[in-house]
């Protein structure tokens, strides 16, 4: 991809930052900076804070994965991040504005973003777990941890849906409880409306999956 000139030192040094599964990996990044520049730029955010929350926004995925989920990787990446920035040289203002958009991007957590570069990071965050590609991170993840291509909906449905747990986890169970819910919960109007096709081409193809294992199609 090409990156923007004033990103680029920024974009190499986070490359070498990251050392995550392939469900989180660095392409991950990429996606989400890109998609967080085109609806930033949209949207009238300052580019500059929401491009680099984007390439920092997962630095303390390692650490919440070691953690077994006790630490979250939002405000351990923020925590990174503040850290990088100021050996960078940053000024003050503009480095907790970047922390404040990579603390407030999870989907899970009770801290909401409050401003218009955080919810572009949210939104372009969210958008990466949907449509072909959220299809493709879902089933890296699910082979990270030993997951299957189909489960059906009476053995899913016998979790516990408040769990995180790998073991209990299926594509089929996270769209289920999570997925489909997603782009209702956007924050900009551009995100929204890139959403719905996406929203549309995960359900379509867990439709054609369920009749292909049953022997439908």
Known sequence: MKVPQPFSHYFEMARELYQTGPSHDFSHIERVFTMALRIGEEEGA??????????????ARDEEAESQGKIC??????????????????????????????????????KYPSTIEGK?????DKLDSLGAVGVARAYLWLGERGGTVYVDREEWEKTDFNSNLPGEDSIQREWHIKLRFVK?????????????????????????????VNGLE
């Open 46 to 59: 300052d580019l500059e804070i929401l491009g680099l929350a984007a390439l920092f926004h997962d630095l």
């Open 73 to 110: 990787h939002a405000t351990a990446s923020a925590a990174r991040a503040q850290i990088i920035l100021t050996d960078l040289g940053l000024a003050a203002d503009k480095i907790a504005s970047i922390c404040e958009c990579i603390a407030t991007h999870r989907f899970r957590d009770e």
């Open 120 to 124: 572009c990071l949210f939104d372009a």
């Open 184 to 212: 209702d919960k956007l924050y900009t109007e551009t995100a929204r409306r890139i959403a719905e096709q996406r929203n549309e081409t995960m359900k379509n193809f867990l439709e054609i999956l369920e009749r292909e």
